[in-house]
């Protein structure tokens, strides 16, 4: 269990931006022999291997292959991206001559208060022209760069305002900007000319490392635990177990937190595109395709609301999940979670079989909740889906808190899910 902390920590540490996240996928995936397959070029696909390919660099799926004829998708899906800030063009701010502040834009929905006072940094991609062709170029600027100074409370006064994220949230970078500005800035880190970079995706990310804390270290600290949390899990069940009957595959996201509708979204045709183009090579028609389908099963894996020890009201009366006692299943009846009786169902059993803990989450009925990835991803491909995901603290807080536990019962039921056969057929 510690070390799969410890590797939790190390992932979340690498990986400052979605970008990151899939090239550190990538990294553990083409270690454990899988081989990178791109969209605009023909594959060649072998039963028995391991395949992955990516969109924008920023959403991957990856894919084995069992040694016999397969019947069809077991697929683990979460999502790389995180609320933050986005960092605008032309970015820079000069305050009275004695001060640089950078432009930014919301990402996502978050709790804007959790980003002041704290060390940040900037991560992305930059696209750079290099002998008449573009490049792309991931940046993190590895060190603590700016902070987001609060308003001291005697001129803001004890009650808390509402924040304007053009005025109250620009990150303070410096007493001067070199000539070039942000820009420059990006150069130096990533050892090119400034006037070679045409364009860039970058975002401010927290720079305090995750942490065990607890009387007992029953708990775990960390930027981006949703949902880097599930992600992480999905890989190394992925990596550390296989089906005879059903090609497994995990998928990592983008912009889950902006809604999915983009062409790297989960909202997008990358799936359906992905499972057609691997039955077609694999020598399934377009019946075959369909079939294929029809008994695939998707987890939707992003991380769940465990009841809150300062506002235990806000959870529901009968279902209140709590840290360290299991993963969650996700249920709603307006179907944003898509779990329903049958799915469910065979989450139970997977978890009975394995002793694996469970619980249930609902909302409470005079609450909305939010959607995540399972709902959307079936109205691309149809298939059974269950939501799940494992008990958190501070959801969309720029540092979260989970339970040590629950990340091994998450990693058990997925190499549970990925092993399974015939048994949690439909």
Request: with cysteine; aromatic share 8%; net charge negative.
């Given at each position: 269990?510690?070390?799969?902390i ?7 540490k690498?990986?400052p931006?979605c970008?990151?996240?899939?090239k550190?996928?990538k ?8 081989a ?5 070029e ?11 390919v990516?969109?924008n ?9 069992p ?6 998708f ?15 063009d032309?970015?820079?701010m ?15 929905g978050?709790?804007?208060?959790t980003?002041f ?14 002998t008449?062709?573009?490049k ?29 994220p053009?005025?109250?949230?620009l ?6 900007l070199?000539?070039g500005g ?6 130096k880190e ?12 970058m ?15 029953e ?7 949703d949902?880097?949390e599930?992600?992480y899990a999905?890989?190394?069940a992925?990596?550390g ?7 497994t595959?995990?998928c990592?996201?983008?912009?889950e ?8 979204g989960?909202?997008s ?15 399934k ?6 079939m ?36 969650v299943?996700?249920?709603n ?16 059993y ?29 109205g ?12 958190q ?6 540092y979260?808190?989970a ?12 190499k549970a ?6 048994e949690?057929e439909?």
């Amino acid at each position: 269990m510690k070390q799969e902390i410890e590797g939790l920590l190390r992932f979340i540490k690498e990986s400052p931006s979605c970008f990151h996240v899939v090239k550190q996928v990538k990294q553990q995936l083409l270690a454990a022999g899988y081989a990178e397959v791109r969209e605009k070029e023909a594959w060649n696909l072998k039963p028995g291997e391991g395949y992955f390919v990516t969109r924008n660099d920023s959403t991957i799926a990856a894919f084995h292959i069992p040694k016999k004829d397969f019947a069809g998708f077991h697929i683990v899906a979460s999502h790389g991206d995180s609320p933050t800030f986005r960092i605008k063009d032309q970015p820079e701010m000069k305050v009275e001559k004695h001060y640089v502040k950078l432009n930014v834009e919301k990402y996502g929905g978050m709790i804007l208060d959790t980003w002041f006072d704290r060390p940040l940094s900037a991560a992305g991609r930059i696209i750079i022209e290099e002998t008449g062709s573009l490049k792309t170029r991931l940046c993190n600027i590895d060190r603590d760069l700016m902070i987001i100074p609060n308003l001291a409370i005697h001129m803001s006064g004890r009650d808390r305002k509402e924040l304007n994220p053009q005025k109250d949230l620009l990150p303070l970078i410096g007493m001067s900007l070199e000539e070039g500005g942000f820009r420059s800035l990006l150069a130096k880190e990533t050892q090119t000319e400034e006037d070679r970079i045409l364009s860039y995706d970058m975002f401010l990310y927290n720079r305090m490392p995750g942490t065990i804390l607890g009387a007992e270290r029953e708990f775990i600290a960390s930027p981006k635990l949703d949902d880097l949390e599930c992600a992480y899990a999905s890989l190394q069940a992925m990596l550390g177990a296989a089906s005879e009957n059903y090609i497994t595959m995990c998928c990592i996201f983008d912009n889950e937190e902006v809604g999915s509708a983009t062409k790297q979204g989960a909202g997008s045709t990358f799936i359906p595109e992905l499972l057609r183009r691997i039955c077609s090579l694999m020598g399934k028609d377009e019946e075959g395709y369909a079939m294929a389908v029809a008994d695939s099963f998707l987890l939707s894996a992003d991380n769940a609301h465990g009841v809150h020890p300062n506002y235990t009201e806000k959870a529901d009366p009968t279902n209140r999940p709590y840290l360290n006692e299991g993963i969650v299943l996700k249920y709603n009846a307006a179907q944003k979670y898509t779990t329903d009786g049958w799915s469910g169902a065979v989450v139970q059993y997977l978890c009975r079989k394995e002793d694996i803990p469970c619980q249930v989450y609902y909302n409470r009925s005079d609450v909305p909740g939010g959607s995540t990835l399972g709902n959307i991803l079936t109205g691309q491909v149809s298939m059974r889906s269950a939501d799940i995901g494992m008990p958190q603290l501070s959801m969309h807080s720029s540092y979260e808190t989970a339970g040590v536990k629950d990340l091994d019962s998450m990693i058990r039921l997925m190499k549970a899910f990925y092993r399974a056969g015939k048994e949690v057929e439909f």
